[in-house]
C-alpha cells in the first residue's frame, strides 16, 4: 500500500504531483504530501487524510520546484497523522516510500548514538538519515547502493537531494516502481495508472533496481551499483475512465458496469466463429499436471474457492485453494505435476506475489490471473490470463471478483477440455450457456430496489451470518467480506451444514441472516438449515433463483431471486444482491464507500 510519485521537469510539478496523487489514492489515504526544491531547499506540504486536504495548501503555496515527490500513506509504522505524512526530510534530502523496513529498531539505534534525531514514529525516515549521512563521504549512485543494501524489508523509494536539485532517485525492493518518459521531464509512479495521464512509455524497474533519473535522461542501475538497460514499454494509449459518471460512488458504477465487463472478457475468450475458447499458448499439457493450486487473498481468495468446486465437478484434477500470506509460509510440497494459479486484481498483493515468487523459486509451473496486466504478479508468472474488466477503483472489488471467477471458469473448461474429461457437447453447452451470462447478470442487477430497501436491517444490526452449501458457500464468504468491510459491522460467512457445531448460538432474536441458496442439489438440505436459524429468531433473507415452483416458508423475512442460469454459473448472479446490500448499508451508515476505513486497493505489505 501507499502510493509514490516523482517528477523532474522543466516547469513547477506541485500540481502535477497532486493530479497524480488523487490517481495513486486507492492505495491509502491516511495522508498525503508532496516535497519540491525550491530555491536551494526542500519545500514539504502535507497533511492527515485526504489528498483534498493538502491541495489548498499546495495551491496557495508561494515556493514550487522542478522537482518533487509525492506520497499517499496507508500507515504501518506510527499514527496516521500530520507527523508520520510523507515525505519525510533532513535538510539534505527528503524521501517518499512504499513498503516496510524490517530493520528499523538496529538501524535507528545506531544512528541516534551517532548523534542523529527523529521527528517521526515511521520507519521511512532512516533512510533519510542514513542517506544523509552516507552522501557526506560518497557521491549520489555510492550512497544509494550502500544505503540500499542496509535495509531489510520492501521499498518503492522516491529520493529527492538539496544539492543535486537536477535529479530524483527511484528504488524498489518487493514494492512495485515504474519510471515513465514525458516530453522535457521524466516521471516515477507507484504504477502505470498514476502516469497513464502524462505518458504510455513506461520501464518497470525489477526488484533491487534503481534509477537516477533526470529530466531528459533516466540511468538504471542493479544492486551491486552497475548500469543496466531497461526496455521502455508502450502502453496501450486507450484513455482510463476514471470518472463516476451518474453513479454516486466507483462501487456503484462498477457493479453495475458487470454485464458489460463480463461481456468484454467472454468476447477475448471465445472464439466467436467456432465457439472455442481462445487461451492461446496455453504452454502445459494434459501430462504435465495432475494438481492444482489456487492461491489469493481476499475476495480473490473467494473466487478461488468457487473455482475449487468447479475443478473438482469438471475435472479428475487434485485441487487445493490456499490463502497466499498462509500459503507462502508452509512447508509446501513442491511436486513437478503441480500447477499453481495465483488470482489478485492488482498484481501486487504482497503475499500473492511472494507466494508466486517461492513457486517460481521451486521451478513450479506458474499462471496467473490478473486485472492489472502490467502488473508484478503478471510480469513473474509463466503464463498470465488478464481479466479484462478494466480500472478497478473502488477499494471494494466488485467486477474485477466476477471477472476472476469468469477466468476461472474458462481455464477449467480449457483444462478439463485437453484432459479429454469433457466431451464435446457439454463443452459446447457450457461455452453457450457462458455467453447468456451478460443478459442475466444485466437482469439480476434490478434486484437493486428490493435489496436497498432491506439493507437498513443490516446496518442496524449488531451483526449478521452469510450462509451457503456447496459453491454458494464462498459466494457467502464474499457476501460476509462486502457487508464487512463497508459498513463495519460483524458479518460471517459460514458453511450452512456447520451452524450447528457452534455459530448456532449466535443467532438470536431479529438477527438478520442471509441463505445463499439456488435451486441446485444442496438445495433441500440449506432449507434445513435455513429453517433451523428461522426456529431461534433470526430474520433470513433467502437470495435464491427464480423457479416454475415457488415454495413458501413461513417466518422468512424476506427473499430475493436472481436470475436462473445453469448451475455452475449461479455464483455470478447470487453475488449481484450481495455487492448490493454491502452498499446500501454503508449507504444508509453514511461511511465512505470507495475508501473504507483502514484499507487501501493494492496491499503491497504483507
Ligand atoms: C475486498 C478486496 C480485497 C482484495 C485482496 C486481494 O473487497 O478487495 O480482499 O481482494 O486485498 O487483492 P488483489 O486481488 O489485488 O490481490
Known amino acids: 500500500m501507499c502510493g509514490i510519485i516523482g517528477i523532474s521537469s522543466n516547469k513547477p510539478v506541485s500540481t502535477i504531483i497532486l493530479n497524480s496523487l488523487k490517481k495513486l489514492e486507492y492505495r491509502g489515504y491516511d495522508s498525503a504530501g508532496l516535497a519540491t526544491i525550491h530555491k536551494g531547499f526542500i519545500n514539504e506540504i502535507k497533511c492527515e487524510g485526504r489528498v483534498n486536504n493538502l491541495e489548498k495548501n499546495v495551491l496557495t503555496s508561494k515556493s514550487d520546484g522542478l522537482i518533487g515527490i509525492g506520497h499517499v500513506r496507508w500507515a504501518t509504522h506510527g499514527a496516521a497523522n500530520t507527523i508520520n505524512a510523507h515525505p519525510h526530510s533532513s535538510e539534505k534530502v527528503s524521501v517518499v516510500h512504499n513498503g516496510i523496513i524490517e530493520n528499523v529498531t538496529i538501524l535507528k539505534k545506531h544512528l541516534i548514538n551517532n548523534g542523529h534525531k527523529f521527528k517521526s514514529q515511521t520507519d521511512t525516515e532512516v533512510i533519510v538519515h542514513l542517506i544523509t549521512e552516507y552522501l557526506k563521504t560518497n557521491n549520489i549512485k555510492n550512497t544509494i547502493t550502500k544505503v540500499l543494501n542496509k535495509l531489510h524489508g520492501s521499498f518503492a523509494l522516491g529520493i529527492i537531494f538539496t544539492d ?97 465487463t463480463i461481456n468484454a472478457c467472454i468476447k477475448e475468450y471465445i472464439n466467436k466463429l467456432n465457439n472455442e475458447l481462445s487461451i492461446f499458448n496455453f504452454p502445459w499439457k494434459k501430462e504435465d499436471f495432475n494438481k492444482i493450486i489456487l492461491i489469493g487473498c481476499g475476495t480473490a481468495y473467494h473466487a478461488c474457492v468457487i473455482a475449487k468446486y468447479w475443478f473438482e465437478k469438471l475435472t479428475n484434477l487434485e485441487v487445493d485453494v490456499d490463502i497466499a500470506s498462509e500459503f507462502r509460509y508452509r512447508n509446501n510440497r513442491f511436486r513437478k505435476d503441480n500447477l499453481y494459479v495465483f488470482v489478485s486484481q492488482s498484481g501486487e498483493t504482497a503475499d500473492t506475489h511472494a507466494a508466486l515468487d517461492l513457486c517460481n523459486k521451486n521451478k513450479m509451473k506458474t499462471c496467473a490471473i ?40 474458462l481455464i477449467t473448461l480449457k483444462i478439463s477440455k485437453i484432459r479429454n474429461e469433457i466431451n464435446d457437447l457439454q463443452y459446447a453447452n457450457k461455452i ?42 464462498p459466494v457467502a464468504l464474499e457476501g460476509a467480506l462486502k457487508l464487512k468491510e463497508l459498513s463495519y459491522i460483524h458479518a460471517e460467512g459460514y458453511p450452512a451444514g456447520e451452524m450447528k457445531h457452534g455459530p448456532l448460538a449466535l443467532i438470536e432474536e431479529g438477527m438478520p441472516v442471509v441463505v445463499i441458496a439456488p435451486r441446485d442439489d444442496h438445495y433441500e438440505k440449506t432449507m434445513s438449515n435455513m429453517q433451523e436459524v428461522i426456529a431461534r429468531g433470526a430474520k433470513v433473507l433467502l437470495i435464491t433463483n427464480k423457479s416454475s415452483d415457488e415454495i413458501k416458508f413461513d417466518n422468512l423475512w424476506e427473499k430475493i431471486e436472481v436470475e436462473t442460469s445453469s448451475i455452475d454459473l449461479m455464483p455470478f448472479l447470487l453475488t449481484i444482491p450481495l455487492q448490493n446490500l454491502a452498499y446500501y448499508s454503508a449507504l444508509t451508515l453514511g461511511h465512505d464507500i470507495d475508501k473504507p476505513r483502514n484499507l487501501a486497493k493494492s496491499v503491497t505489505v504483507e
Open 432 to 473: 453457450c450457456q457462458l455467453k447468456e451470462l451478460p443478459e442475466l447478470i444485466l437482469k439480476t442487477l434490478k434486484t437493486e430496489t428490493k435489496i436497498s430497501s432491506l439493507s437498513e436491517t443490516f446496518s442496524n444490526a449488531k451483526g449478521s451470518m452469510f450462509l451457503g452449501r456447496g459453491h454458494s458457500y
Open 370 to 409: 490478473v486485472n492489472v496486466v502490467e502488473s508484478s504478479i503478471a510480469r513473474d508468472a509463466q503464463f498470465v490470463l488478464p481479466i479484462h474488466c478494466g480500472q478497478e477503483i473502488g477499494v471494494a472489488s466488485t467486477k474485477a471478483f466476477l471477472g476472476q471467477m469468469l477466468v476461472l471458469y
Open 164 to 260: 543535486h536539485p537536477d535529479l530524483l532517485v527511484g528504488a524498489r525492493r518487493g514494492s512495485p516502481l515504474a519510471v515513465g518518459y514525458g516530453p522535457n521531464e521524466n516521471y516515477l509512479g507507484s504504477d502505470s495508472y498514476a502516469l497513464k495521464s502524462m505518458t504510455n512509455k513506461i520501464t518497470y524497474l525489477d526488484d533491487g533496481d534503481f534509477c537516477i533519473l533526470r529530466k531528459d535522461k533516466v540511468d538504471f542501475y542493479n544492486s551491486e551499483g552497475v548500469i543496466i538497460n531497461k526496455k521502455i514499454l508502450e502502453l496501450s494509449k486507450e484513455d482510463i475512465d476514471i470518472n463516476k459518471g451518474d453513479f454516486k460512488h466507483f462501487m456503484a458504477k462498477e457493479i453495475a458496469e458487470q454485464p458489460n
